[in-house]
Nanobody
């Protein structure tokens, strides 16, 4: 059984920063690709960023240059550092851990960017 838990969300003013964490409880963390998704009310879930076991990263265009995804295999944790946050970044952010057979999802952490 794999457990995924996000943390670090909160309320931040436009232009501010947050760092989200995704802790994955598995003995084989190094075999997983990790992705961050977000979903705002009324909008479909979208892929924000991903990082493979080989540290290859990918970002959706709207966050390029502002968000950074990284992973610490020793801590079995993936981070999403978010800078220059905008109101349109407001969403429930989900972490997904994917191996060759299955993906696992966390419950999400809420990010609200507002004055």
């Amino acid at each position: 059984q794999v457990h995924v838990e996000e943390s670090g969300g909160g309320l931040v003013q436009p232009g501010g920063s947050l760092r989200l964490s995704c802790a994955v409880t598995t003995s084989f963390f190094g075999l997983y690709s990790i992705s961050w998704y977000r979903q705002a009310p009324g909008n479909p879930r979208e892929l924000v960023a991903s990082i493979t076991s080989r540290m290859i990263t990918n970002y959706t265009d709207s966050v390029k240059g502002r968000f950074t995804i990284s992973r610490d295999d020793a801590k079995k944790t993936v981070y999403l550092s978010m800078n220059s946050l905008k109101p349109e970044d407001t969403a429930l952010y989900y972490c997904s851990a994917r191996n060759r057979l299955k993906d696992y999802w966390g419950q999400g952490t809420q990010v609200t960017v507002s004055s």
